[in-house]
């Protein structure tokens, strides 16, 4: 499979790199959940099936964390067969070039405290710690050359969570999955990027 674009094109074959399981992009009607495909010329947003109500989605990107966890992540091998032209030619998925990729920002946010989130307030407090939310927004050049951004949320899955809960805080879990996808972004995006 080659891949080509505007600055020239590959000789080799497109190599998958790494799969996000779990980001969520924040929308005025209901959250999006997508898995990240990273490979080593794009990223593709692969949207997933909606499994939660707003409500519930809207919490975890709050807190960083899923609140239902029952739902099994998907490996990279369960992609090894996909074709990446179809995956990124689904219109329910994005697919951002590296090479358009202008700046990729991390930042960790706090919540805000409300009423309404009483009881989380009193499980963050009674753990001695607060919910780092870390999330990115990825600027490129797009259709038209125009420049375009995205925000994701790093929210990993209950199922990733509750193995490293044992020996982690949930901070450190948070972190670590930002981070992680941080350095995947660092090794795949061209050194022009600018990161913070």
Do not use: C
Not at 62 to 87: C, F, H, I, W
Request: aromatic share 12%.
């Amino acid at each position: 499979m080659m891949y080509e674009t505007g600055e020239g094109s590959y000789t080799g074959p497109e190599r998958k790199v790494a799969l996000v399981h779990r980001v969520i992009m924040p929308d005025k009607d209901y959250p999006k959940e997508y898995a990240l495909l990273v490979t080593d010329r794009r990223s593709i947003f692969i949207r997933q099936e909606k499994t939660r109500n707003s409500f519930v989605l809207r919490g975890e990107m709050r807190y960083g964390t899923a609140m239902v966890t029952d739902v099994q992540p998907k490996t990279l091998e369960d992609y090894e067969q996909t074709n990446l032209e179809s995956l990124a030619a689904d219109a329910s998925n994005i697919a951002v070039a590296h090479s358009a990729v202008i700046s990729l920002v991390m930042s960790k946010g706090e919540p805000e405290f409300r009423l309404r989130d009483f009881f989380i307030w009193l499980t963050m407090r009674r753990q001695g710690h607060k919910f780092h939310v870390y999330d990115f927004e990825m600027n490129y050049r797009g259709k038209a050359n125009l420049e375009t951004g995205i925000r994701f949320y790093m929210v990993p899955l209950g199922v990733y969570f509750k193995r490293r809960r044992e020996t982690q805080t949930r901070q450190g879990i948070l972190r670590d999955y930002a981070v992680d996808a941080l350095q995947i972004f660092r090794g795949v995006l061209p050194t022009t990027v600018m990161f913070s």
